[in-house]
């Protein structure tokens, strides 16, 4: 009864500012094509919250459908094209991805639930965009890829979506990873700009909370690259970029050292969350 | 005279004008915080409720609806909930203790407090070129969004 209580007092409060009506992460669960996704999880140990939520729980209905359906979702497109990609020569080695890969749906199965991984040639975490420059620098003979550009977006979804479903896990044992999370942690908590928002500020302390029309999820990646209804493919690098711009703060470069370390940190707080590439958002 | 120089010429009038005008500004650094808030007008220039009005909404401004509602906005779409509802706020709080918030509520609550500071330069990391050594509002601002403050009485 208190709770209800509660529930009447807070439901009051929003409808009398014409604001808010909803405020926890809704009860639904998703399924795609058949495969069931976790998009709550017992949080791993040390993490701030008992549980993690995916981005999924706090968007609309008309935007939770149009994941849960691959026809409507127009993130889909892009896994399309990514696959083209994934089959096309180039360079100097005259090889595609296939040619060393073969079919991706065996041979990447697993690895957008466990990136960024250590990579003892750079000596740091190396994402699944940095992974295909890699491979097409040292084994395609072709040139890297910048960021967002040349398929690379399509690429990693198409990669990414081969896991979906899979939990997400990263291995946080091998190499220097644990100083990289500790890293990412000091990014996550550290106020940024003329707003002096941290990451933590929305994505933990306001969680639930709206910030005008939007609801603010975890703040969970598990879902990139995303469709964004209002502005289309987005990789995850991109959006770290918008938040910190949001803050009034000069943005960090794409797979800059500080940004690669908040993806390890924050890959890790979405742990047990199913990987949901390419995952539909506001 | 080009056109260019008139205008620049027009410009360094215009801030010679504005830096007369609020010549007894108090700069954000120099803004004394005591028990009851804030108790000396950043500007001397008493705050207008209707100018408050628009920076407490616009969310080039104030964007204050970003966090908070507001009854009196109910026209205005989006109200965030991140912080309290401001309806009654004035029964609440003292105009200086008003004005202690707006400037910068870190230090009325914690510093863990989200808020940002309105009027202050204690800001985060990498602040953008654009907004570097500026405050989100100007003194003027601030006290003008203290005066509308002041009108949500329960």
Known sequence: MKRLLIAGVVMAAAFAGSGPVMADPVDDTLEIDGTPIVTRAKAPEGHPFDEVYSGWLFREAETRDAERDSIENPGMIAVEDGEVLWNKVEGTAGKSCASCHGDAAESMKGIGASFPKWDADSKKPINVELQINKCRTEQMGAEALAFNKGGQQELTSYIKYQSLGMPVEIDLTQGDMQAWWEKGKDV??????QLNLACASCHEKAMGKFIRADHLSQGQVNGFPTYR??????????RFRGCIRDTRAEQPKAFSDELMALETYVTWRGTGLSVETPSVRQ | MTRRMKITLGAMAAVALSTAAFASEVSPDAVEFTDDG???SLTGVAGDPAAGAEAFKSRKLGNCLACH????????LFHGDVGPSLDGVASRWEQPMLRAIVVNSKHVFTDETVM???????VGQDVAKDFVGKTILTAQ????????????KE
């Open chain 2, 141 to 152: 601002q601030v006290e003008d969004v203290v005066a509308y403050l002041g009108t949500l």
């Open chain 1, 188 to 193: 996550y908590y550290t106020r940024m700009g």
């Open chain 2, 38 to 40: 804030v108790t000396v």
């Open chain 2, 116 to 122: 940002p500071g309105f009027y202050s330069l204690n």
């Open chain 2, 69 to 76: 509602t507001s009854t009196d906005m109910s026209k205005e």
């Open chain 1, 229 to 238: 209804l209002k502005s289309g493919l987005t990789s995850l690098h991109q």
